[in-house]
DNA sequence: GGGGAGAGATGCCGC
DNA sequence: GCGGCATTTCTCCCC
């Protein structure tokens, strides 16, 4: 058999060479096999998938399934093309943690690259920051004596949503579920608990968790350690911000088809 | 201004409605805002991005950047496509749990569709479950008196790793972890332990974490508990399966360029 | 950079 | 379906 680059191929590999280079966002329909080598071992035999390397040296590889990559590099990845006879090699690999991956490609379906300017970030109402603000200004919510002090505090002893005391000398920790909590939100909420006990060195404190609701278990382990339980809501259920939610709103009613 | 439909989101449309019905993969290179409505609430401000669509209706809407799509929809929703004068509507829904996503797609850069095949299942190796395997098989890694007697049982006390005796009457329980461990890590075995001693009505229960190191904290805490910790890698880093490691080493060498 | 914890986490498995 | 838990988790934030 005669030696020789297939056009096809090598063209492929050229035209990713400049979209990386360029900056591009590229997305690879082919068929292809991956291995990876790094946190763990992967291997994944030749299927059909899509390719998507990011301007920012991101690598995922999609199956026509799922949410999540089934193979991917993280941002800031080395990546690079190469050809031979019959295939197209996708090589990236990264130090720190030392991983490495290779996609052979067998066939390419199509190959597009295209500049992406995205200078928009998402705003996310609803998570547990919200819910413990939601509780420091509303502290009624957990019970009509509760007054909040700090909120979202990084303390050697954990990081605590809310605390505050019960106006005669019984502190009041929360932790808040945005959904509903299970047993490793008693476990942490337990150890702030303990944590501030030894370091006040008093008994007076009261342990609480904040959310929609919780499991069997998790209930039973909180009785336990006579820690309570105030049902909340994250807050974009009810409302946080009126004016913001209120445009939300209706723009979901206006294109509501 | 007359009433008019722009020809091209009108195509884009019945295109996107063709594709969808086939069960195609789409790509959509556009410039779109996205407003999402469930879980929580988010709002994204028009930009360009990527929207792929897939077969088992995941929609995914990727910014340049990031390994993770800024929106997104899980597996199963019921997707819908509109128009209007200038704008093109990708409109998702899911029930349990209630969410709804609206996309306005302003400009279509491009727009692919493709059937995609792909029987193959990624396998990994060196994950939790396997350095359990690995501990049962070589117990002398923890101590060289354990016997382990079960692996990744589920019991009512937890879902513990690996669990055995020490051949004198104290029973060894040990919590995996496949990184370096931290605080979460010691509260599960503790956990585990306390389940443990309580069921069993004995003290004589050591806990040990498994893992490739522990974080300052998480060492203390081991500490103040009279837990132990056994250095232990996950296993691809050494070997668990020689044959297919051999035939990974040698793939990753020929393909090395 | 390490450590701790949330996430619209996702995905898997077991009951 | 709920529940507990790992994940090549990722991502953010603080020290």
Redesign the interface.
């Known amino acids: 058999m005669r030696s020789h680059v297939e056009p096809d191929k090598d063209n492929s590999k050229n035209i990713l060479k400049r979209a990386l280079q360029r900056n591009e966002?590229i997305?690879v329909?082919c068929e292809c096999e991956?291995?990876y080598?790094g946190?763990?071992?992967?291997?994944?035999?030749?299927?059909?998938?899509?390719i998507?390397i990011?301007?920012?040296k991101?690598l995922?590889v999609?199956?026509?399934?799922?949410?999540n990559?089934?193979?991917?590099m993280?941002?800031g990845a080395s990546i690079?093309f190469?050809s031979n006879n019959d295939s197209l090699?996708i090589?990236a690999e990264s130090i720190n943690p030392r991983e490495?991956m290779?996609i052979?490609v067998s066939k390419v379906?199509?190959l597009?690259s295209?500049?992406?300017?995205?200078?928009?970030?998402?705003?996310?109402?609803?998570?547990e920051a919200d819910m413990a603000r939601m509780i420091y200004e509303k502290p009624y919510l957990i019970n009509p004596d509760f007054k909040p002090v700090s909120l979202e505090e990084q303390t050697k002893y954990g990081y605590i949503d809310v605390m505050g005391h019960d106006g005669e000398g019984t502190l009041i920790i929360i932790e808040c579920k945005?959904d509903k909590a299970g047993?490793?939100a008693v476990?942490?909420l337990r150890?702030y608990v303990e944590r501030i006990k030894t370091a006040k060195g008093t008994d007076k404190v009261i342990g609480y968790i904040a959310a929609p609701g919780m499991t069997k278990n998790s209930e039973q382990m909180l009785k336990d350690w006579g820690f309570k339980f105030a049902q909340v809501e994250?807050p974009?259920k009810n409302v946080i911000d009126k004016s913001r939610?209120k445009k939300?709103k209706d723009?979901?009613l206006n294109?509501k088809?």
């Not at 946190?39 to 899509?50: D, F, I, M, N, P």
């Not at 999609?62 to 949410?67: A, D, L, Q």
């Not at 990559?69 to 991917?72: F, L, Q, Y």
Request: net charge positive; aromatic share 8%; glycine share 4%.
């Open positions: 966002l997305t329909y991956v291995n080598e946190r763990a071992y992967s291997k994944l035999e030749r299927g059909e998938r899509v998507i990011k301007p920012d991101t995922l999609h199956k026509p399934t799922g949410r990559p089934v193979n991917w993280k941002e690079k190469d090699f090589n490495r290779i052979k379906h199509l597009h295209c500049e992406l300017s995205d200078a928009e970030e998402v705003s996310i109402m609803g998570s945005r047993l490793n476990q942490q150890r994250p974009m939610q939300l723009y979901f294109c088809k």
